[in-house]
Each structure stands twice: as structure tokens, then as C-alpha cells.
């Protein structure tokens, strides 16, 4: 069993920048971001591979957001740019112990973990 436990969700205003992160317990091989806004399905943002040799990124947040990782401390990031009003969410980590292909990753089924989820309001 591997805990995941989010950080960093805030408030800021539009074109302003956040940075989350993801500690888990224990090793995992691939992870990512979902977010969920208000009455909305929870949906794809960002994941890849331990060694980062595979990453996907949803339309929506391409050249705004990163993600990245530190293998030694099981922890990934995401990092926000360009923020914008729609990007207000709760934003959940999502660990999978395999490797996921690109179209697997965007996936919910694929992920056996997540964590609790954190808030991410930006103002306009």
C-alpha cells in the first residue's frame, strides 16, 4: 500500500504560479496529476515514468505546467504557470506500480493509489 500526500494548493491570482507536490511512501513508476473543478469530472492534467523518459501532458495545460520528479525522496512535482481561472481545482496525485503507456496514463482506472487532493483557486 502506498500513501500519497499532496501540498502546496493556495490561492493566487490569474497568471500567477504554484507549485504542488506529492510525497509517497513508497516507490511507485509512474505518476501523475488529476484535478477535478465543481460539479465536473475528475480529469487528466500531467504524469510520467520513474525515469521521466515518458510524459504526457493534457491539451489544456501544455507550456503552462511541469511536472518533475525526485526518485530519492518519492516525490513529484507540478509546477504551474500561467495560471488561469478554469485551472481552479482540486488537484489529486495518482501513483500507478507500472509503467503506463501515454494513452494509459490519462486514464483514472489505471492508477491504484491517490491521495486526499488539494485546492487550487485562481482569481481573475
Known amino acids: 500500500q502506498v500513501q500519497l500526500v499532496e501540498s502546496g494548493g493556495g490561492l493566487v491570482q490569474a497568471g500567477g504560479s504554484l507549485r504542488l507536490s506529492c510525497a509517497a511512501s513508497?516507490?511507485?513508476?509512474?505518476m501523475g496529476w488529476f484535478r477535478q473543478a465543481p460539479g465536473k469530472e475528475r480529469e487528466f492534467v500531467v504524469a510520467?515514468?520513474?525515469?521521466?523518459?515518458?510524459?504526457y501532458y493534457a491539451d489544456s495545460v501544455k507550456g503552462r505546467f511541469t511536472i518533475s520528479r525526485d526518485n530519492a525522496k518519492n516525490t513529484v512535482y507540478l509546477q504551474m504557470n500561467s495560471l488561469k481561472p478554469e485551472d481552479t481545482a482540486v488537484y489529486y496525485c495518482?501513483?500507478?506500480?507500472?509503467?503506463?503507456?501515454?494513452?494509459?496514463?490519462?486514464?483514472?482506472?489505471?492508477?491504484?493509489?491517490w491521495g486526499q487532493g488539494t485546492q487550487v483557486t485562481v482569481t481573475s
Open positions: 495518482a501513483a500507478a506500480l507500472r509503467w503506463l503507456s501515454a494513452q494509459s496514463m490519462s486514464m483514472r482506472r489505471q492508477y491504484e493509489f
Open positions: 513508497g516507490r511507485t513508476f509512474t
Open positions: 510520467n515514468t520513474w525515469s521521466g523518459s515518458s510524459t
